[in-house]
């Protein structure tokens, strides 16, 4: 047994939503260690898309720009019938976030960019073929026993508070003795994954093959890859299925040939709809997979738990230098399952619609979706329901006087900087608490005495000046109507805590922010 010094935050797990941990804890200079039992990246590509919020995530680490070089993005989205007919088509809705609205993606490649990032920082320590077998907690902090796969040696890390990342069979919700509810779908499904060799029509396209007789996926991927899922139908032998004799059955039927593509690998998943029982024991969260599982059908599972980072990182930041008191870490589980809810649901309900195999109901359905389809706000408004909800929290760490725009996400539009440098509004404001206006408002004051940031926001054509952004096509000023405020309060993660309309006052700070540097009101 040895002795590890200790950390700030420990991580277990080390896929997509641990590293965008690592990566955030890392910039914000805490002191952090990975817990990884894999000795490299996971050579599945498991998640296939995201979407431009997430990408707005990695953007705060520095990485959007090198992570969508490896993407494709703005391809339609196709729901078709059993001979290949259109019964719904649209893009992605865009959210105002500033990245493309949706991205397809291909894991091992973006896993490898986002830890390649995390060696930027020395403060953020790496152990790999290591697991933690043995967790206790007390008052100041917790203790992991850490196996060594490689040298059957076992060490003990102590960290003040611990994300655990592990996945969808988490042993960390093991130790905790956490509840993992919900059901596992009886159909399952065989995932092909192919090298492209030569290409075909529709293959920029993600199109859902709503034939009852075998629904299928057809989903492009960067880097010249392409995927195809098909269920498991009664009778067939899910061994024999991933053979390349019965994968190439599958595919020429697709209109798939030995020409068109080169088989990689077959593997056989379940769908699941599981949460767990609590998101937090103590000093230890659950994130990712760990907390929360949902079917694929709108491509969320992973930018789930990069939302979780998001939200968990920036209050264990402020909790740790001494910015928030801990009671800020209750927020967590409340802000962030109702949304991984919707998500769901949503996923659940597309799941449904592509996977209908009643032919009567088929038959149904494939009318009525054409016209939903066609009409103009009616249409509109299905499309999006079926895809991402956007950014809000109902309940969470936000005033109790909550107006308009209290509880989204703010948009992320190009602003020109005192410099009169076109820069997106997250690398003006450096994830930091903000306070922007159109019309100054009574209370801003407050805001300002405690440290925080006061920045307008100042029509197109506009002189940049010092606190103050232009913008350059009037987004946000539009956006800050429509939500009828004219004064907003936004938290380091970019959710607007406090926000007033003009003659009222803004919302005082929360109780017990002290922030570590001031600015100037």
């Known amino acids: 047994m040895t002795e590890k010094s200790a950390y700030?935050?420990?991580?277990?797990?080390?896929?997509?939503?641990?590293?965008?941990?690592?990566?955030?804890?890392?910039?914000?200079?805490?002191?952090?260690?990975?817990?990884?039992?894999?000795?490299?990246?996971?050579?599945?590509?498991?998640?296939?898309?995201?979407?431009?919020?997430?990408?707005?995530?990695?953007?705060?680490?520095?990485?959007?720009?090198?992570?969508?070089q490896d993407m494709l993005a703005e391809r339609p989205i196709d729901f078709v019938d059993s001979n290949n007919r259109s019964l719904v088509s649209f893009c992605a809705p865009v959210r105002g976030h500033g990245h493309p609205p949706q991205m397809f993606i291909y894991q091992p490649a973006l896993e490898q960019v986002l830890r390649d990032g995390v060696e930027r920082f020395p403060n953020v320590e790496l152990l790999l073929e290591r697991e933690c077998v043995r967790i206790r907690q007390d008052g100041d902090g917790v203790e992991l026993m850490v196996a060594d796969l490689q040298t059957d040696t076992f060490s003990r890390i102590r960290a003040k508070y611990v994300i655990a990342a592990d996945g969808g069979s988490s042993p960390t919700r093991g130790l905790l003795g956490i509840g993992y509810q919900g059901k596992t779908y009886e159909d399952r499904w065989v995932v092909i994954d192919t090298k492209v060799l030569k290409k075909w029509p529709d293959v920029d396209r993600l199109r859902f093959h709503c034939n009852p007789k075998r629904p299928a996926v057809d989903c492009p991927t960067p880097l010249d890859h392409h995927r195809w899922e098909f269920p498991i139908l009664p009778g067939e032998d899910e061994k024999e299925l991933?053979?390349?004799?019965?994968?190439?059955?599958?595919?020429?039927?697709?209109?798939?040939?030995?020409?068109?593509?080169?088989?990689?690998?077959a593997v056989v998943y379940s769908h699941h709809v599981r949460f767990a029982d609590r998101w937090r024991v103590g000093r230890v969260f659950l994130a990712g997979d760990a907390a929360h599982a949902m079917p694929p059908w709108i491509g969320q599972g992973m930018a789930a738990g990069v939302r979780d980072a998001a939200n968990l990182c920036w209050k264990l930041t402020a909790v740790i230098t001494g910015e928030l008191p801990e009671s800020v870490l209750d927020s967590y589980q409340s802000e962030r399952m109702p949304h991984v809810r919707d998500i769901t649901e949503r996923a659940v309900f597309v799941g449904k619609m592509i996977t209908e195999r009643n032919s009567v109901l088929a038959a149904l359905r494939n009318p009525a979706l054409r016209v939903l389809n066609s009409l103009p706000h009616l249409g509109n408004t299905f499309r999006a329901g079926l895809w991402v909800p956007e950014a809000h929290y109902p309940a969470g760490y936000f005033t109790t006087k909550r107006r308009g725009a209290t509880g989204w996400k703010v948009i992320q539009p190009w602003v020109l900087d005192i410099d009169g440098n076109r820069q997106r509004l997250d690398d003006v404001l450096h994830q930091e608490w903000t306070v922007l206006y159109i019309d100054r408002a009574d209370g801003i004051a407050a805001w300002a005495a405690a440290g925080v940031n006061v920045v307008e926001v100042a029509k197109s054509g506009s002189a940049p000046a010092v606190d103050r952004v232009v913008d350059v096509e009037n987004a946000l000023t539009l956006w800050m109507k429509s939500k009828g405020v004219t004064a907003i309060a936004l938290r380091p993660d970019g959710f607007v805590y406090a926000a007033t309309e003009s003659g009222r006052t803004l919302p005082p700070p929360p109780m017990g922010l002290t922030l570590r540097t001031l600015s100037n009101a």
């Open 8 to 68: 700030d935050v420990a991580i277990v797990g080390y896929g997509p939503t641990g590293v965008t941990a690592a990566n955030l804890l890392g910039q914000a200079g805490l002191k952090v260690v990975a817990i990884e039992r894999e000795p490299s990246i996971y050579t599945r590509a498991r998640a296939i898309s995201t979407d431009e919020e997430v990408v707005r995530i990695w953007q705060q680490v520095g990485l959007a720009e090198r992570l969508k």
């Open 242 to 265: 991933v053979t390349d004799e019965a994968v190439w059955r599958l595919l020429n039927r697709q209109g798939i040939t030995a020409e068109h593509v080169e088989i990689m690998r």
